[in-house]
């Protein structure tokens, strides 16, 4: 299933730099786009989650949506050491059941 | 902070046997969940519950999988006849409304099928 696409990473920053993380998708029905965060053996948090195209912002995180290029983007500005984790971009057609997730990109940020 | 919370944290079972995988969602919470998660590949959606019955469910759960809510606090899901693929992290989720974007995670329950 090729649905939502995510580059696995690993991804190692140090402290202070700007993270930006990405996801691809084939299904232009998409409308809800999330990203959750992992920790290691942890269930998925909810991070954010974005309506259609455009911005949004919450503290460092700023997610970003791309319809046209079927492209969503996480960035995390100042990134700390308590960043490290699997960051997972997910998405679904509707306020519905299904979420398709990416495999998760695992991010260690280095103090 | 209210939490869903999935017991056991890891199962280990033999092929064929059946397993019950349980999970308590968030008291208020009206809609749930089932995801798994095989190593190294992505979180797969399984099944949505509300109102005692399947909402929605993918192709992954055919007849070997079931859920239940067996009381007013459990929420159950069971492999009949486990199979080596069976293996995998099972989530669990719950939301107050229908609303995807508000789904809560619980830990998970690691199953490994020997």
């Known amino acids: 299933q090729k649905e939502v696409e995510q580059d696995p990473g690993p991804l190692s920053v140090p402290e202070g730099a700007i993270v930006s993380l990405n996801c691809t998708y084939s299904n232009s029905a998409f409308q809800y786009f999330m990203w959750y965060r992992q920790y290691s053996r942890k269930g998925p948090e909810l991070l954010m989650y974005?309506?259609?195209?455009g911005n949004k912002e919450d503290g460092r995180f700023t997610a970003q949506v791309d319809k046209s290029s079927k492209y969503i983007s996480l960035f995390i500005r100042d990134s700390q050491p308590s960043d490290s984790a699997t960051y997972l971009c997910?998405?679904?057609?509707?306020?519905?059941?299904?979420?398709?997730f990416g495999t998760g990109t695992s991010l260690t940020v280095i103090p | 902070e209210p939490e869903v919370t999935q017991t056991p944290s890891h199962q280990v079972t033999q092929m064929g046997q059946e397993v019950i995988l349980r999970c308590v969602p968030i008291s208020n919470h009206l809609y749930f969940y089932w995801y798994r998660q095989i190593l190294g590949q992505k979180v797969e959606f399984l099944v949505s519950?509300?109102?005692?019955?399947?909402?929605?469910k993918s192709e992954i759960f055919d007849d070997q999988f079931s859920v239940e809510r067996p009381d007013g606090s459990n929420f159950t899901l069971k492999i009949r006849s486990t199979k080596l693929e069976d293996s995998a992290m099972y989530f669990c989720?719950?939301?107050?409304?229908?609303?995807?974007?508000?789904?809560?995670f619980g830990q998970g329950t690691r199953l490994t099928v020997v």
């Open positions: 974005t309506y259609s195209s």
């Open positions: 997910a998405m679904s057609l509707n306020t519905g059941n299904q979420f398709y």
């Open positions: 519950f509300y109102n005692n019955e399947i909402s929605e």
């Open positions: 989720a719950s939301s107050r409304r229908g609303m995807n974007t508000e789904a809560f």
